[in-house]
């Protein structure tokens, strides 16, 4: 399975004779209207049979709720239904049906309307209001890795893609020992995320502890990036100066 932003595992997809589906951690591209720097990361939709997709992020609503895409809806029936021939229903314009059933196209037998989020947000922002934003946070994602490789203290992790930055404060008298350079980042990790101003994840690049700012805040703005990177920064100098380096 491909992903797209994502260093999580991939997840179970319908069994099919196509190629792998893809996994979109965030939003897909198909959000623009017309290609953009960042569509390159995405592969053509012509080789996906399906998309999922996790719209807490780049969509900007509750985590609960999530969305699939497929092009044979009768393969993704045929996989989960549970509703025997005398009971199936047809979507149709004369008789009584009332169309196929939600339940038959995934695990769950009964839910609540998440869905309504999902489609607000994007009757009220509109595929314009996303692109804007999302080009927005990549933006953003590229002004920080810039001002990391910038700076003498700071390791950023290429590539630098989307909206993900991979970073780790690594002050030049620490460099020689990179085992001293991920406990430092550990616990700034761990200040920075208890201190309030900021947040941040973290992950393992090449056997390493990186720090992880996953930027997907529409009201994100320069001054947060310059508030992080100043908070990383004055608690690595705290922290390395508490274990007695030089």
Not at 152 to 159: H, I
Request: aromatic share 8%.
């Amino acid at each position: 399975m491909e992903r797209f932003a994502s260093t999580r595992p991939p997840r179970a997809t319908v069994a099919t004779r196509r190629p792998p589906s893809s996994w979109g951690w965030g939003a897909p591209p198909f959000t623009s209207s017309r290609p953009t720097r960042s569509c390159a990361c995405f592969p053509p939709r012509s080789r996906r049979p399906s998309a999922g997709i996790a719209p807490h992020k780049w969509l900007y609503v509750p985590v609960e709720c999530g969305a699939v895409l497929v092009r044979n809806g009768d393969a993704m029936r045929d996989a989960f239904s549970l509703v025997p021939p005398y009971l199936r229903t047809e979507a149709r314009q004369g008789g009584v049906s009332a169309g196929r059933w939600l339940s038959e196209y995934g695990f769950q037998q009964t839910r609540g309307f998440r869905a309504l989020k999902l489609w607000m947000a994007l009757k009220g922002r509109g595929i314009l209001g996303y692109r804007a934003a999302i080009e927005r946070d990549i933006g953003l994602a590229r002004e920080l890795a810039q001002s990391l490789r910038s700076s003498k203290d700071f390791e950023v992790w290429s590539p630098q893609e989307l909206s993900i930055v991979a970073f780790r404060y690594a002050p030049p008298k620490l460099r020689h020992d990179a085992q001293a350079v991920d406990d430092l980042n550990r616990r700034v990790c761990e200040a920075v995320q208890l201190g309030g101003r900021a947040f941040l994840s973290s992950t393992t690049l090449g056997e390493r502890f990186y720090l992880r700012a996953c930027i997907v805040n529409p009201l994100a703005c320069p001054r947060d990036i310059e508030a992080l990177l100043d908070e990383v920064r004055s608690s690595g100098q705290a922290l390395s100066g508490a274990t007695g380096h030089s």
